[in-house]
């Protein structure tokens, strides 16, 4: 079985959220080679009667928010195919308290534990940094900013967890080098200096959104006056932000990056940036602990 075959009840949420099933079918593959590493599951093959059937459910042990969903139950899909029944019982994007039950899953036990594992940490990770992120996003309820991710993800699972923190409630920044331009400070360097780097993206790539990342005021007059429709604002403190909101007047849209943490995201939201770039949210989440409880069909 494979992505273009899983059940709709899978398949339709996973392309709605913008992923490629055949992406996602690779990387479950890739999931499931690793933990058998060209054998077999010696511990369920020894102890498992080979027609034995049982209900498999994923369990939340702490609080949190549910991400992956779907991505967990398409491992199942593809270890079980249409032997099995396989209920999304708590949706992305749902908080959760202990006990609580996200995925329940029905066929042969077999293969309900050669899945368990992969699904499992899909699903905790994900979970994960859809949590961390509803905790920042909660932090600045009421300001008028966004928390937004970045780039530091892992590699081949960028979708995912950009789609991850999403459920948490925050937004993303460009997927790819292709989706936008950033002129960072090695840019500059290169350049030769922050509005000449500007000009250069602005001129090759007329029709794209062009942020540009200043470290102090002067620079930020500078890349305004060139037209930037987003700047970066490197490491500066609350005070330097309110002026640098102020002297943006609504020109452009202003992000906060550089030592935010949780204790300072309410007073940093609060000078007026549009957005806060927390790369901490993919690249630091605890895994949100899920364990799957087995029970046995009678």
């Given at each position: 079985m494979s992505g273009t075959t899983w059940p709709k009840e899978i398949s339709d949420p996973l392309v709605a959220a913008g992923f490629s099933l055949d992406a996602v079918s690779s990387l479950i593959t890739m999931a499931l080679d690793e933990d058998l590493d060209g054998g077999v599951d010696v511990t369920t093959v020894a102890t498992v009667p080979v027609d034995q059937r049982a209900t498999l459910d994923l369990v939340a042990r702490g609080a949190g928010v549910s991400a992956g969903a779907p991505v967990a139950a398409a491992v199942f899909a593809e270890v079980c195919g249409s032997d099995a029944a396989i209920t999304i019982v708590t949706p992305d994007g749902t908080r959760v308290e202990p006990g609580t039950v996200i995925l329940s899953v029905t066929g042969s036990t077999h293969e309900l534990l050669r899945a368990e594992r992969p699904a499992l940490n899909l699903l905790?990770?994900?979970?994960?940094?859809?949590?961390?992120?509803?905790?920042?996003?909660?932090?600045?309820?009421?300001?008028?900013?966004?928390?937004?991710?970045?780039?530091?993800?892992?590699?081949?699972?960028?979708?995912?967890?950009?789609?991850?923190?999403?459920?948490?409630?925050?937004?993303?920044?460009?997927?790819?080098?292709?989706?936008?331009?950033?002129?960072?400070?090695?840019?500059?360097?290169?350049?030769?200096?922050?509005?000449?780097?500007?000009?250069?993206?602005?001129?090759?790539?007329?029709?794209?959104?062009?942020?540009?990342?200043?470290?102090?005021?002067?620079?930020?007059?500078?890349?305004?006056?060139?037209?930037?429709?987003?700047?970066?604002?490197?490491?500066?403190?609350?005070?330097?932000?309110?002026?640098?909101?102020r002297r943006t007047s609504g020109r452009a849209r202003l992000e906060a990056s550089g030592g935010l943490s949780l204790d300072v995201a309410a007073e940093v939201a609060s000078t007026g940036v549009d957005y806060l770039a927390v790369g901490a949210l993919t690249h630091s989440a605890p895994v949100l602990d899920i364990g799957a409880d087995l029970r046995q069909e009678s």
């Open positions: 905790g990770h994900l979970s994960g940094i859809a949590t961390a992120t509803r905790a920042w996003v909660d932090a600045i309820e009421g300001t008028g900013a966004s928390i937004r991710d970045t780039r530091k993800t892992t590699p081949g699972m960028r979708r995912l967890e950009k789609y991850a923190v999403r459920c948490g409630g925050g937004v993303n920044h460009r997927m790819s080098l292709s989706d936008a331009a950033l002129v960072k400070d090695n840019h500059v360097v290169a350049a030769g200096g922050v509005a000449e780097a500007f000009d250069l993206v602005r001129t090759q790539f007329p029709g794209l959104d062009v942020e540009v990342e200043v470290d102090s005021l002067d620079q930020l007059d500078e890349v305004l006056g060139a037209g930037a429709d987003l700047v970066l604002l490197d490491n500066f403190t609350p005070e330097q932000m309110r002026e640098a909101v």
